[in-house]
T-cell receptor
Framework: AQSVAQPEDQVNVAEGNPLTVKCTYS??????LFWYVQYPNRGLQFLLK??????LVKGSYGFEAEFNKSQTSFHLKKPSALVSDSALYFC????????????FGDGTTLTVKP | GAGVSQSPSNKVTEKGKDVELRCDPI?????LYWYRQSLGQGLEFLIY????????KSGLPSDRFSAERTGGSVSTLTIQRTQQEDSAVYLC????????????FGPGTRLTVT
């Protein structure tokens, strides 16, 4: 079985400050890890993924995430938040031998205040 | 090019009626996924297709739910004898292949069962 936990329902940060949205996962074997963003009244958009290689992956809109195997975490980060980053963020995991099924976390609402 | 499209965008139906939801994936994408997003909750995996076959149907909540895909393209998700608990946003996604690749999501169909 595979699972994802996003321990924070909401994250609030001030514009210009760094942001972190947390994600931990559980899967046997090697995981594929993804972050998606859902802006209000819009569909989910892919942000970044970790498949293999460097633990730090960079994605769209200045976001990055660090894969930590020992802590089974894949936290999403951005050095300087923008008001326009306010959205709902989902972490997802897929087992590398179960090609189709992705398990998503419950989502974290990020609010960036001016 | 065009993204993933879904129809209808909104569907209100009476309890006990059958509904069909349609997904048109990105041209050339061989993998297609269906998810359900209930209010305030994350994405619940329903089923995925590789080509026209569905290797993993484990997420379908009951035998009232079925899905098919023809010609390796359009997919329909059918819910028979709808219940109020079926009310949710149904999301479709596609990817070039299954496995490590990111998914591209459609805007969803909001189903309300009265």
């Amino acid at each position: 079985a595979q699972s994802v936990a996003q321990p924070e329902d909401q994250v609030n940060v001030a514009e210009g400050n760094p942001l972190t949205v947390k994600c931990t996962y559980s899967v046997s074997g090697n995981p594929y890890l993804f972050w998606y963003v859902q802006y209000p009244n819009r569909g989910l958009q892919f942000l970044l993924k970790y498949i293999t290689g460097d633990n730090l992956v960079k994605g769209s809109y200045g976001f990055e995430a660090e894969f930590n195997k020992s802590q089974t975490s894949f936290h999403l980060k951005k050095p300087s938040a923008l008001v326009s980053d306010s959205a709902l963020y989902f972490c997802a995991v897929r087992h590398n031998t179960n090609a189709g099924k992705s398990t998503f976390g419950d989502g974290t609402t990020l609010t960036v205040k001016p | 090019g065009a993204g993933v499209s879904q129809s209808p965008s909104n569907k209100v139906t009476e309890k006990g009626k059958d509904v069909e939801l349609r997904c048109d994936p990105i041209s050339g994408h061989t993998a297609l996924y269906w998810y359900r997003q209930s209010l305030g909750q994350g994405l619940e995996f329903l089923i995925y297709f590789q080509g026209n076959s569905a290797p993993d149907k484990s997420g379908l909540p009951s035998d009232r739910f079925s899905a098919e895909r023809t010609g390796g393209s359009v997919s329909t998700l059918t819910i028979q004898r709808t219940q109020q608990e079926d009310s949710a946003v149904y999301l479709c996604a596609s990817s070039l292949a299954s496995g490590s690749l990111e998914q591209y999501f459609g805007p969803g169909t909001r189903l309300t069962v009265t």
